[in-house]
């Protein structure tokens, strides 16, 4: 089996921002409640003709050129993404046909916040295996066109980028354990009921707002701080390493308080943890790749270290890697 690792990283995030205090003239909140809730002060939003496959190029671009990657030598790309830009094509192939990517096998993955956790696995089983050299890997979301801007508790929640990596083999460090997990029994608790094969879109299921994201946030809260730590401690397990082992914990950001709550049952400082919720709210399967990415280029993380993703959203899924950078 070869040894598979993160060569390349880019990010992409819209230019837009929406601040809390836009917020409180759109809906009854206040920045107050938003920060000590949530953590969010501010969120990017994609522009009208803005579709996550033109965000998900932008960062796949970056990281290629971070790996010195010609597209033309791509062989595999993975859009993780919740927001594609239509239901067919997948965005993958959007993706793939600006880069000029000919020989790359595309496709997309949907596993929510854990996407990039998923693509990343994905990629390294394709590797390791020698099937494919190399592999872009992206989490892109345009989240504001499924969030019910009328919904005060979801709107103050979620942010539009993508966040890209390439995967390919590498001589020293790389992926040192995955673990992936799903609950089908608790989709309800977070889904977008309209606008596919079960209740496709008609003019009742746009009165009924049933093609915006519903989410029974205190439920998931709790679940998410159990499965998030449990994920990471089973990843840290199969890499026989122990939690004072990791030097940096890239988790899903989707609320402060679900970091903090993990990271104090690991027993993490919160210097060992990376926050960036602050400037983008939640950006599902963006949100682990954007923070990998602005880890790795302000030197937080460095050559050696252990680097420990942890991801989970709606289906429920769940998933964390440990890599050696
Ligand atoms: N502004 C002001 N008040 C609000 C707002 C708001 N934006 N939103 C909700 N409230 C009110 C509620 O109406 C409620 O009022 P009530 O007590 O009078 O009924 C009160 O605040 C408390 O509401 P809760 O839902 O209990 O608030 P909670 O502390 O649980 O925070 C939140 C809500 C932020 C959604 C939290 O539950 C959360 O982060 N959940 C997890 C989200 C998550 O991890 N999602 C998974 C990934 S997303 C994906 O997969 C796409």
Not at 73 to 101: K, R, W, Y
Request: aromatic letters at 6%; glycine letters at 8%.
């Amino acid at each position: 089996m070869r040894r598979v690792g993160i060569v390349g990283v880019g990010e992409y995030l819209p230019k837009k921002v929406l601040t809390n205090a836009d917020l409180e003239k759109m809906v009854q909140t206040s920045d107050e409640w938003i920060t000590t809730r949530t953590g969010i002060k501010q969120r990017r939003l994609a522009a009208k003709d803005e579709a996550s496959s033109d965000l998900a190029i932008k960062a796949g671009r970056r990281a290629l050129e971070d790996a010195r990657l010609n597209p033309k030598d791509l062989e595999l790309i993975i859009v993780a993404t919740i927001t594609p830009d239509m239901h067919f094509p997948s965005t993958a192939c959007f993706v793939q046909a600006n880069l000029g990517a000919k020989k790359a096998v595309c496709f997309d993955v949907s596993a929510a916040c854990a996407g990039f956790v998923y693509a990343l696995t994905i990629a390294q089983q394709f590797i390791s295996r020698g099937v494919y050299k190399n592999a872009l890997i992206i989490g892109a979301e345009v989240l504001s066109t499924i969030t019910d801007w009328e919904d005060r508790n979801t709107c103050v929640l979620f942010g539009d980028g993508a966040g890209a990596a390439v995967v390919a083999e590498v001589k020293s460090g790389g992926g040192l354990s995955t673990y992936l997990g799903s609950d089908g029994t608790k989709a309800d608790l977070l889904m977008i009921p309209g606008g596919g094969s079960r209740n496709p879109s008609t003019h009742e299921t746009i009165n009924k707002r049933l093609h915006y994201l519903k989410m029974q946030g205190n439920e998931v809260f709790k679940i998410a701080v159990k499965i998030m730590t449990e994920a990471a401690r089973e990843a840290l397990k199969q890499a026989d390493l122990e939690c004072s082992d990791v030097d940096l914990v890239i988790p899903h950001q989707a609320n402060i308080r679900i970091i903090m709550a993990m990271a104090k049952k690991l027993d993490l400082p919160p210097e060992r943890i990376y926050l960036n919720i602050e400037k983008y709210g939640n950006v599902s399967s963006a949100s682990t790749a954007i923070a990998l990415c602005e880890a790795v280029k302000t030197g937080r993380i460095k050559k050696g270290d252990i680097v420990l993703l942890d991801a989970f959203g709606s289906g429920l899924v769940w998933g964390a890697c440990v890599i050696k950078w």
